[in-house]
T-cell receptor, first 113, second 110 residues
Framework: DQQVKQNSPSLSVQEGRISILNCDYT??????FLWYKKYPAEGPTFLIS?????DKNEDGRFTVFLNKSAKHLSLHIVPSQPGDSAVYFC????????????FGEGTQLTVNP | EAQVTQNPRYLITVTGKKLTVTCSQN?????MSWYRQDPGLGLRQIYY???????DKGDVPEGYKVSRKEKRNFPLILESPSPNQTSLYFC?????????FGQGTRLTVV
């Protein structure tokens, strides 16, 4: 069973507009959520995270929102840039956060100039 | 510079021929993991290690072995590879708050 789901395999947006990537989870034990970005031929790189005690975390153009009651989180990128084009993975963990990450399937974001 | 180094980056092998993918990290992290990435499935954890000589199964451990004899190294061993282990493999080294990934090993088993 997929405990972390990204239901949109792909998303296409225009440069300068907002990108919204969504992620749902089923395990209420998860207490830490992360977003990773992956370019082809490279490993995933950490983008932003949020603890379950918060509902928003912002870092520059990237903001993650967490709705615990809906078991839903989203990543907002404003404004989107062509260099943001990549696969974005949502991940979740509990307890000792770094060691056991459960990933979603990934969403391919394409930002068109 | 913080690094997770995997070798080899690309490998084509035949069914049944034992192979090892190496992974080392320079961040003195206690936690290390192996993941495989397959289309439509995201990254799935194969094995993880919380410290030297402490390893445990992840979500898809069948057909794999690992060892953690020293903190910096966490090799992935395929004793008898099969075609369904054709995949993209990532090693990760973790602090309490995030995981750092290697560049990946693309394995093809024919």
């Amino acid at each position: 069973d997929q405990q972390v789901k990204q239901n949109s395999p792909s998303l296409s947006v225009q440069e300068g507009r907002i990108s919204i990537l969504n992620c749902d989870y089923t395990n209420s034990m998860f207490d830490y959520f992360l977003w990773y970005k992956k370019y082809p031929a490279e490993g995933p790189t950490f983008l932003i995270s949020i603890s379950s005690i918060k509902d928003k975390n912002e870092d520059g153009r990237f903001t993650v929102f967490l709705n615990k009651s809906a078991k839903h989180l989203s990543l907002h990128i404003v404004p989107s840039q062509p260099g943001d084009s990549a696969v974005y993975f949502c991940a979740a963990s509990w307890g000792t956060s770094g060691s056991r990450l459960t990933f979603g399937e990934g969403t391919q974001l394409t930002v068109n100039p | 510079e913080a690094q997770v180094t995997q070798n080899p980056r690309y490998l084509i092998t035949v069914t049944g021929k034992k192979l090892t993918v190496t992974c080392s990290q320079n961040m003195n992290h206690e936690y290390m993991s192996w993941y495989r990435q397959d289309p439509g499935l995201g990254l799935r954890q194969i094995y993880y290690s919380m410290n030297v000589e402490v390893t445990d199964k992840g979500d898809v451990p069948e057909g794999y072995k690992v060892s953690r004899k020293e903190k910096r190294n966490f090799p992935l061993i395929l004793e008898s590879p099969s075609p369904n282990q054709t995949s993209l493999y990532f090693c990760a080294s973790s602090s309490n708050t995030e995981a750092f990934f290697g560049q990946g090993t693309r394995l093809t088993v024919v």
